[in-house]
């Protein structure tokens, strides 16, 4: 029942911005630290950006530093990324996901993820 629903990927020049929501329902979303994730075909997920269950703290792969900004909203149960200054090297299919806290051992492997939306940077 838990669902993370990504939305507002697209096609952008480079130089332009786009803004991915993530909409969580069916868990305690306010516990969770939240993150976006990137994959390219052929390679793996890479982390690129998270945030803590309060949003007290943020962290970003260095390629984003600078131009992508992760928020979120719990009254809204919504992470967001917004992305600034875009370059064709951002283009991939960009994941949210939801890490269960350490501080409650019993949720340990309530790991949740979307499905993906594409974000394509090109002129």
């Known amino acids: 029942q838990a669902q993370l629903v990504e939305s507002g990927g697209g096609l952008v020049q480079p130089g332009g911005s786009l803004r991915l929501s993530c909409a969580a329902s069916g868990f305690t979303f306010s516990w969770y630290a939240m993150s976006w994730y990137r994959q390219v075909p052929g390679k793996g997920r890479e982390l690129v950006a998270g945030i803590t269950s309060t949003g007290g703290a943020t962290n970003y792969a260095d390629s984003v530093k600078g131009r992508f900004t992760i928020s979120r909203d719990n009254a809204k149960k919504t992470v967001y990324l917004q992305m600034d200054n875009m370059e064709p090297e951002d283009t991939a299919e960009y994941y949210c996901?939801?890490?269960?806290?350490?501080?409650?051992?019993?949720?340990?492997?309530?790991?949740?993820w979307g499905q993906g939306t594409q974000v394509t940077v090109s002129s």
């Open positions: 996901n939801a890490k269960p806290p350490a501080e409650v051992p019993a949720l340990r492997g309530n790991t949740f």
